[in-house]
């Protein structure tokens, strides 16, 4: 055998092994989940049935009293919704009115977690599945503001991304627009969602979105308004004997709170 050939089999070979042993981060079954439409409170959970409550914390120059954000019964993005979707009062988006008092690289983060007032507990909100795009809406109102998603690894590691328009990805994060628009970020193959123990899929969690002013730009008294988050993720789990055992429900029922 010449030598050259010898050597594209073993390359070969070793590709064969390399997919094999990572197989489980190979997609799939590609499923879109909807992680949290706005639709008035307590509209999305927690996996151990803890509501998601969201809060709104701005920084050092907020105005006074703000921001503050509240549930918009009976509105929707009409290019998601269309123009009489079947049931519009069970429909809702989630408002933020904000304002500073000087301009400047002013924030508004927008938190899930759990409990309300002083009880409010930040928790970062778990994607499902191996997630390959996130995706939301935002309605701007021409300001010079940005938007930035946050996440979490299975590690507690933090990673910050800011999503893009389809008809514009020169300007990432920008929400200097008019009306609802759908952002979406594409997750990077560096965030792990996977892992060599069993079970292997390490979710990736939200921990917040934030808002950005630009340093130049009228910060007097603003409005801004979301909905309809979901992603494109890979729910796709390689089955063997004994899988039920490392699913979160049956840990559950065997070990409880591990106490």
């Known amino acids: 055998m010449k030598r050259g050939s010898f050597f594209s089999i073993l390359l070969i070979l070793m590709m064969l092994v390399s997919v094999s042993m990572g197989a489980d981060e190979i997609t799939l079954r590609l ?3 909807v992680i949290e439409t706005w639709d008035g409170q307590d509209a999305t959970y927690y996996p151990d049935g803890e509501p998601v409550v969201w809060q709104v914390r701005g920084s050092k120059f907020s105005a006074e009293g703000l921001p503050r954000m509240t549930y918009v019964m009976n509105e929707w993005p009409i290019d998601m919704f269309g123009s009489y979707p079947e049931d519009p009062e069970s429909l809702g988006v989630l408002g933020i009115n904000g304002a500073f008092v000087r301009q400047g690289f002013n924030q508004i983060e ?3 977690g759990t409990g309300t007032g002083e009880n409010f507990v930040a928790r970062p909100l778990p994607m499902p599945g191996r997630v390959r795009m996130l ?3 935002v309605w701007g109102s021409n300001y010079d ?3 930035e998603t946050h ?3 299975y590690r507690g590691m933090a990673y910050t991304l800011k999503p893009v328009r389809v008809e514009q990805r020169r300007e990432p994060g920008s929400i200097k627009f008019v009306g609802w628009k759908n952002m979406f970020v594409e997750m990077p193959h560096y965030i792990r ?3 060599n123990y069993k079970p ?3 979710n990736v969690s939200l921990s917040k979105l934030v808002f950005s002013t630009h340093p130049e730009e009228n910060v007097s008294n603003f409005y801004i308004y979301v909905d309809h988050l979901k992603v494109l993720t890979d729910m796709h789990e390689s089955y063997y004997d004994g899988f039920d055992l490392t699913s ?3 840990v559950a029922e065997v070990w409880g709170s591990g106490e």
């Open 110 to 112: 927008l938190i899930p």
């Open 200 to 202: 292997e899929l390490a």
């Open 145 to 147: 503001f940005y938007v």
């Open 248 to 250: 979160p429900d049956r």
């Open 31 to 33: 499923e879109s989940k």
């Open 193 to 195: 969602q996977a892992m």
């Open 151 to 153: 996440f979490q690894d």
């Open 135 to 137: 995706d939301f809406w």
